[in-house]
């Protein structure tokens, strides 16, 4: 059974604290994400990663620096929090199929809400 | 770019009838999938149903399916015999094969009366 774990289901910081958000998969997927969920605009893609220490933005990467030094775990940096970065964070992770299907399933962490105060 | 559309924030329906949640999706893409996502109230997302555009028949799963019209790009979920434990946001979702990164529209939120 695929695991996703993130460190917290809630949390409150301040304006200006660096926040670190962690998530674990167990099931040795090559991809990883985080996304963003706000209510009316579904997910929001902030970054991605194929591979330990590969990163690549997504649609909203500002404000967010990520670190993915082992395979299980990827972790979304908040540099400076702002208000307007409180929202509910979805982690998820893939497998990429190198000789089968091009596409595969996302399975997701149970995500972390944020409010910065 | 693709984009995914879903026009219906929020839908109802009475226990034990059908529900049809609507997606459009635009892609210039010849290889892609198409997915819908449960997401229950404070549970984790899942996958509810995947379909390959190179199929020709609709997907099936239990009391899910899709209506999967290519030249329309539409695909939509059918919930037969609803329950209440169907009521969640459900995101449709297109991925063009081999990036593995989804596109996600904006969610529909399924209401299920007793």
């Known amino acids: 059974d695929v695991k996703v774990t993130q460190s917290s289901r809630y949390l409150v910081k301040r304006t200006g604290e660096k926040v670190f958000l962690e998530c674990v998969q167990d099931m040795d997927h090559e991809n990883m994400f985080w996304y963003r969920q706000d209510p009316g605009l579904g997910l929001r893609l902030i970054y991605f990663s194929y591979d330990v220490k590969m990163k690549e933005k997504g649609d909203i990467p500002e404000g967010y620096s990520v670190s993915r030094e082992k395979k299980e775990r990827f972790s979304l940096i908040l540099e400076s929090a702002s208000t307007n970065q409180t929202s509910m964070y979805l982690c998820a992770s893939s497998q990429t199929g190198l000789a089968g299907p091009s596409s595969y399933e996302q399975y997701f962490g149970p995500g972390t809400r944020l409010t910065v105060t | 770019a693709q984009t995914v559309t879903q026009s219906q924030p929020e839908m109802s329906v009475q226990e034990a009838e059908t529900v049809t949640l609507s997606c459009t999706y635009d892609?210039?893409?010849?290889?892609?999938?198409l997915f819908w996502y449960k997401q229950p109230p404070s549970r984790q997302m899942i996958l509810v149903i995947r379909q390959e555009a190179y199929k020709q028949q609709n997907a099936t799963e239990n009391r899910f399916s899709v209506n999967f019209q290519k030249a329309a790009k539409s695909f939509s979920l059918k919930i037969s015999d609803s329950q209440l434990g169907d009521a969640a946001m459900y995101f449709c979702a297109s991925e063009t094969g081999g990036s593995y990164i989804p596109t996600f529209g904006r969610g529909t939120s399924l209401i299920v009366h007793p």
């Open positions: 892609t210039s893409e010849s290889d892609y999938y």
